[in-house]
């Protein structure tokens, strides 16, 4: 089975899905609500994507995106799969029980952008110190030692 | 109740008791500055927990701020001991994000300097780890050999350890015609320092003693914990992205993919010694099919890459560092994340190191070959 009509499947199991192609690569954008059923189906499922090559976000404006860089070792195929946070209260269930790798990185993205992830073992700062105020990887972050010279904008 | 009693009774307490034991940040078996709160019952492991973020110096963030050339020389020392694989993986994404076609002969100079580096690090690697397992002399062999080969990267690029030699659209300048003997007796020394490693140091019966069926990754785990490099392919999986996910030109060069059968120490050393083999090969051919031509394809002198965004991935030394790239068509980088095969791969230590004896410990992390600089980043 090719990975669009997999796609495709994936989306009549969970309607709120959408996929698209960007490039050479397919990005499946799924609700918040549905993002570790949706992963656990992906990592059970078709090519079987069992290999987490990343998970990181970035700071929209008006939205964290979450996004995971999937791979299947086996089939050979490559998915990017992205759900949309609310900013003000960023928060989403954890997928440390599908990929035991996403451990570490959710505990960087709690710690540089702030995202609760519901149901991991131990979300704690890690590249930062544990009394670190604010995630300096929003957009908004201002660093409070920065300071101005005269004149400058 | 004697003294000598009393002591007894002490140490068998002693024993008996569950120890918290810092390893680090400042021990030289971490190899930079890694903490490891590690718990000990007498001589056994019972728990290690990695604490990072010692060298943290916001790379990321720093990316955000920073015009896309501006970067290459930044992401040097992010794995210091592989400094063009990380300007390779940069190059790559931003090549990508640009549609750009890089000259033939740039890319296969920079197959050239990239295997060198796999090669550098390997050494250090080889060395560093005889060491821990507390052999001197090894240490001192190979880094005879890495200091010819910085000068042979010195002659190229101009600097010993922090090259800035890739550019976005090609290499800083062309190889010099008097590289290529003095590569082709490098790649013989080589040759030669991995067959003595494999006969004093593999073949040794204490080295055995100390790595064999120690620290074993089973090939699930590994996939689980999304490990990648020599680490993975020491348990058995045979996932090279040079061969899985060819880029640049390694299409065109035949070369093995070493893998071991039991995932342990001994696994990783034996697979990252062939894999110095194995490069020396792929120099060869890139060396003969070396085409003519230029080396930097023309490039706007203010790099704006199309809104979009894209994920590269290249084999580094030590496994797949990705990076995910996205442009808002500004002259700086929306968002930089750098995946760093290290991060990854450490994150299995507990996994693999618990229940194991407090030296062997040494031996688990030492074979992982970890690099802070692009842990912490």
């Given at each position: 089975?090719n990975l669009?009509?997999?796609?495709?499947e994936v989306?009549s199991?969970?309607?709120?899905?959408?996929?698209e192609?960007?490039?050479?690569?397919?990005?499946?954008r799924?609700p918040?609500?549905?993002w570790?059923?949706v992963?656990g189906y992906l990592?059970?499922h078709g090519?079987?994507?069992?290999?987490l090559s990343?998970?990181?976000?970035?700071?929209?404006?008006?939205?964290?995106e979450l996004?995971?860089h999937?791979?299947a070792l086996?089939a050979?195929?490559?998915?990017?799969v992205k759900?949309?946070?609310n900013?003000e209260?960023?928060e989403?269930?954890?997928?440390?029980g599908?990929?035991?790798?996403?451990?570490?990185?959710?505990?960087e993205?709690y710690?540089?952008f702030?995202?609760v992830?519901?149901?991991?073992?131990?979300?704690?700062?890690i590249?930062?110190?544990?009394?670190?105020?604010?995630?300096?990887?929003r957009?908004?972050y201002?660093d409070p030692?920065?300071r101005?010279?005269?004149?400058?904008a | 109740?004697?003294?000598?009693?009393k002591?007894?009774?002490?140490?068998?307490e002693?024993?008996?008791?569950v120890?918290?034991?810092?390893?680090?940040?400042q021990?030289?078996?971490?190899?930079g500055?890694?903490?490891?709160?590690?718990?000990?019952?007498?001589e056994?492991l019972?728990?290690?927990?990695?604490?990072?973020?010692?060298?943290?110096?916001c790379?990321?963030?720093?990316?955000e701020?920073?015009?896309?050339p501006q970067?290459?020389?930044?992401?040097?020392?992010l794995?210091?001991?592989?400094?063009?694989?990380?300007e390779w993986a940069y190059?790559?994404?931003?090549?990508?994000?640009?549609?750009l076609?890089?000259?033939e002969?740039?890319?296969y100079?920079?197959?050239?300097?990239g295997?060198?580096?796999?090669?550098l690090?390997?050494l250090?690697?080889?060395?560093?780890?005889?060491?821990?397992?507390?052999?001197?002399?090894?240490?001192l062999y190979?880094?005879?050999?890495?200091?010819?080969l910085y000068?042979?990267?010195?002659?190229v690029?101009?600097a010993?350890?922090?090259?800035?030699?890739l550019?976005?659209?090609g290499v800083?300048?062309?190889?010099?015609?008097?590289?290529f003997p003095?590569l082709e007796k490098?790649?013989d020394?080589?040759?030669?320092?991995?067959?003595?490693?494999?006969?004093?140091?593999?073949e040794?019966v204490?080295?055995q003693a100390?790595?064999k069926?120690?620290?074993?990754l089973p090939?699930d785990l590994?996939?689980q914990?999304?490990?990648s490099?020599?680490m993975l392919r020491?348990s058995?999986?045979a996932?090279?992205?040079?061969?899985?996910e060819?880029?640049s030109?390694?299409d065109?060069?035949d070369?093995?993919?070493?893998?071991?059968?039991?995932?342990d120490?001994?696994?990783?050393?034996?697979?990252r010694?062939?894999?110095?083999r194995?490069?020396a090969?792929?120099?060869?051919?890139a060396?003969a099919?070396l085409?003519a031509?230029e080396?930097?394809?023309?490039?706007p002198a203010?790099?704006?890459?199309?809104a979009g965004?894209v994920?590269?991935?290249?084999?580094?030394?030590?496994?797949?560092?990705?990076?995910?790239?996205v442009?808002?068509?500004g002259?700086?980088?929306?968002?930089?994340?750098?995946?760093a095969p290290?991060f990854?791969?450490?994150q299995?230590?507990?996994?693999?190191a618990?229940?194991?004896k407090?030296a062997?410990?040494?031996?688990?992390?030492?074979s992982?070959?970890i690099?802070l600089?692009?842990?912490?980043r």
């Amino acid at each position: 089975m090719n990975l669009e009509a997999f796609l495709t499947e994936v989306k009549s199991r969970f309607p709120g899905a959408s996929f698209e192609q960007a490039g050479q690569d397919w990005v499946l954008r799924v609700p918040a609500a549905e993002w570790e059923a949706v992963a656990g189906y992906l990592a059970g499922h078709g090519p079987r994507f069992d290999y987490l090559s990343s998970l990181t976000a970035v700071d929209r404006g008006d939205r964290l995106e979450l996004v995971l860089h999937l791979r299947a070792l086996a089939a050979g195929e490559r998915l990017t799969v992205k759900t949309d946070l609310n900013r003000e209260q960023p928060e989403v269930a954890s997928v440390t029980g599908i990929w035991k790798t996403a451990n570490w990185h959710e505990r960087e993205v709690y710690d540089l952008f702030g995202v609760v992830f519901r149901g991991h073992p131990k979300l704690r700062r890690i590249l930062l110190a544990e009394d670190f105020e604010g995630h300096p990887l929003r957009k908004d972050y201002v660093d409070p030692r920065r300071r101005k010279v005269e004149g400058q904008a | 109740m004697t003294t000598a009693e009393k002591t007894a009774t002490q140490s068998e307490e002693v024993l008996e008791q569950v120890l918290t034991v810092n390893f680090g940040p400042q021990h030289p078996s971490t190899h930079g500055v890694l903490r490891v709160v590690a718990r000990i019952r007498g001589e056994y492991l019972q728990d290690a927990e990695p604490d990072l973020g010692y060298l943290h110096r916001c790379f990321e963030k720093i990316a955000e701020g920073w015009t896309y050339p501006q970067i290459v020389p930044l992401t040097d020392r992010l794995d210091y001991l592989a400094a063009i694989t990380n300007e390779w993986a940069y190059v790559l994404a931003v090549e990508k994000l640009l549609g750009l076609q890089v000259p033939e002969r740039a890319e296969y100079i920079r197959v050239i300097v990239g295997e060198l580096q796999r090669i550098l690090s390997h050494l250090l690697w080889m060395g560093a780890y005889a060491l821990d397992l507390g052999a001197t002399t090894p240490f001192l062999y190979v880094f005879q050999e890495r200091e010819r080969l910085y000068d042979l990267m010195q002659l190229v690029t101009g600097a010993r350890m922090t090259y800035n030699y890739l550019r976005i659209g090609g290499v800083k300048r062309d190889l010099p015609p008097e590289f290529f003997p003095l590569l082709e007796k490098a790649l013989d020394n080589v040759l030669k320092v991995a067959d003595e490693y494999q006969a004093l140091v593999l073949e040794n019966v204490i080295f055995q003693a100390r790595t064999k069926g120690i620290g074993v990754l089973p090939p699930d785990l590994a996939r689980q914990y999304a490990i990648s490099g020599p680490m993975l392919r020491g348990s058995g999986v045979a996932w090279d992205l040079r061969r899985s996910e060819p880029y640049s030109v390694y299409d065109r060069f035949d070369f093995a993919v070493p893998t071991g059968q039991n995932g342990d120490c001994y696994d990783r050393a034996v697979c990252r010694v062939e894999e110095i083999r194995q490069s020396a090969r792929i120099i060869r051919q890139a060396v003969a099919g070396l085409p003519a031509g230029e080396v930097r394809a023309k490039v706007p002198a203010a790099i704006r890459p199309p809104a979009g965004e894209v994920y590269t991935a290249i084999e580094s030394p030590r496994g797949e560092l990705g990076v995910y790239l996205v442009s808002d068509g500004g002259p700086q980088p929306y968002r930089l994340k750098w995946r760093a095969p290290s991060f990854v791969n450490l994150q299995v230590l507990p996994e693999i190191a618990r229940g194991a004896k407090v030296a062997d410990f040494i031996a688990i992390l030492g074979s992982i070959d970890i690099i802070l600089g692009e842990v912490d980043r």
